[in-house]
């Protein structure tokens, strides 16, 4: 039997999975993939990418490019509607708070791709980069000791079977995770919320559908009671309703039984179509217990399931990969501690939480009002707080203050404290403007005023002891601030620095300057690292 050596094993092909592998390779930390599917995702069955969480996944050069590509060119506003049907009376129309306009926290425009094409572009850089993708490949074993990951995968064309020998286990291996299972790692949560058909189709849809100027339709009348959502290509929707799997499964869903859905779906009686595919598939609202056991790390639907009502599942999944994929390269690399991946579950797990919270708060409030024992007891965090403002707290993350207990804050307003994202703020250096997250890469970047020399002094001293790299950039120096915002956005002054996570968190921060910043910033490095 042939046995691999590789870093991480990553089990599961999907969003998560995908980024996990193209975020470590960037970061030169190779990996072996394996999916159950025989591709990528066939259709669009979520969609976007917001621009929180393509700030991330654009450092791969190329990747925001071949992203634009095949997006869109208009994601319609993002708007969703509740109505009859596609082409009859409106009841609500929902939008976005302050439109789709996030110019002011991100350097990063919305992507309105579908889930089938962004797995495709994640798939083509993970690839270009050096990461083996094996698809029609399950896993059907695994153990951890002190020493590793040993697993037994299965190509299931062949029938042949490898070992595979990995520093670390990725689960990224869907809702029904069988690697979470066989940990024994419980979830807990809502739970299944419905069971619902998708029925995919192609029909001439470019009138229909422009002139609503929707992303995303839940419709109901008298034939049909169900949602509606658009994809990349003009002339294929999606339709799905609930279903009984105890009556009913895909077989009894014929082509002329989808075919009236669809027409009465849509409101037009005649409207010819073709049926491509029906998919059952379970909306649930469920967070694993944990998200670690030794070496496994659970990430994206493993992790987390939620309703699409607000088009956070991807953008979670992806973003468990960015989080998680710098500390395993740090780890890997020998820069960090062990113990700096503990702070994985520490940071992600309540956001997983919070956003599910939101997730089903809307699910209530658009799809099911007579629901409402499905509610979060107390505040569901604002949608754009959860989506871009949500805090990280762990020992990777210094205080610079009293912690108020808040999970998010305003990301149209941000403290610039530890714990929180980067602020958005556009500079120039050698005469081109640049977004401060965009000059965040692979590794910390430390931000000072104009007196912050000691700072940077101190940043050169420590990655000297350390062995790791800081790059420093002093804003009124190396950056010029033409609106004098920066500073006020970070919190520091003249003398003070911000020190930023290669994942774009605020690790540390001192508002002023320190007599003794090299022992100051060494201490903090250190603890942020784990060692």
């Not at 989808?258 to 009465?264: F, G, K």
């Not at 670690?292 to 992790?303: E, I, K, M, P, Y």
């Amino acid at each position: 039997m042939q046995t691999i050596r590789t870093p991480v094993l990553v089990v599961g092909g999907g969003l998560a999975g995908l980024s996990s592998a193209m975020l470590l390779a960037w970061r030169g930390v190779q990996s072996l993939v394996v999916e159950r599917h025989a591709s990528t995702a066939r259709w669009p069955q979520a969609r976007g990418v917001n621009p929180c969480t393509l700030e991330v996944l654009r450092v791969v050069p190329g990747f925001e490019d071949d992203l634009r590509a095949v997006s869109p060119p208009s994601f319609m506003d993002f708007k969703i509607v509740i109505a009859e049907s596609v082409t009859g009376h409106e009841l609500k129309v929902i939008l976005p708070p302050r439109g789709m306009d996030t110019s002011a926290i991100s350097p990063a425009p919305m992507s309105g791709a579908g889930q089938d094409r962004i797995e495709q572009v994640l798939l083509q850089h993970a690839r270009h980069l050096g990461a083996d993708v094996r698809f029609s490949t399950v896993m059907e074993r695994f153990s951890q000791d002190a020493d590793g990951v040993n697993a037994t995968v299965r190509d299931m064309q062949s029938g042949a079977k490898m070992q595979v020998h990995a520093d670390f286990l990725i689960a990224a291996d869907g809702n029904r995770s069988g690697i979470r299972n066989s940990l024994g790692i419980g979830v807990h949560g809502p739970g299944t919320l419905s069971n619902n058909m998708m029925v995919f189709f192609e029909a001439n849809l470019q009138g229909i559908v422009k002139h609503s100027g929707f992303v995303l339709c839940y419709l109901q009348n008298p034939k049909f009671a169900g949602g509606f959502m658009t994809s990349d290509d003009p002339n294929v929707g999606a339709v799905s309703v609930e279903y009984d799997p105890q009556k009913e499964s895909v077989a009894d869903y014929t082509e002329g039984r989808c075919v009236e859905m669809v027409r009465a779906a849509m409101g037009v009686p005649e409207l010819e179509l073709k049926v491509l595919d029906v998919k059952a598939w379970e909306m649930s609202a469920r967070v694993a217990n944990r998200l670690q056991s030794g070496r496994v790390f659970l990430a994206g639907d493993a992790a987390h399931t939620m309703p699409p009502t607000g088009g956070l599942g991807g953008q979670t999944a992806m973003q468990d990969a960015a989080n998680l994929a710098w500390k395993l390269a740090m780890v890997l690399q020998g820069k960090a501690s062990p113990r700096l991946l503990d702070t994985y579950e520490a940071e992600r797990h309540p956001v997983a939480e919070m956003t599910v919270a939101r997730q089903v708060a809307n699910y209530v409030e658009r799809v099911r009002p007579d629901r409402q024992e499905l509610s979060v007891p107390g505040d569901v965090v604002d949608y754009m707080a959860v989506a871009g403002g949500y805090r990280y707290r762990s020992s990777a993350i210094i205080p610079d203050g009293p912690d108020d207990g808040s999970p998010a804050e305003n990301p149209f307003e941000p403290s610039g404290q530890p714990g929180f994202r980067l602020p958005h703020v556009w500079l120039e250096r050698d005469g081109s403007r640049v977004s401060t997250l965009d000059l965040v890469g692979r590794e910390f970047v430390l931000f000072a005023g104009r007196e912050g020399a000691v700072w940077v002094a101190a940043a050169t001293a420590a990655t000297e002891k350390l062995g790791i790299a800081v790059e420093c950039y002093r804003i009124g120096v190396e950056l010029v601030d033409q609106n004098s915002t920066a500073l006020a956005r970070l919190g520091i002054s003249e003398g003070g620095a911000s020190l930023v996570r290669p994942d774009r968190f605020v690790a540390w921060r001192c508002r002023e300057g320190d007599g003794n910043a090299c022992e100051v910033l060494r201490k903090a490095l250190t603890q942020i690292l784990g060692r």
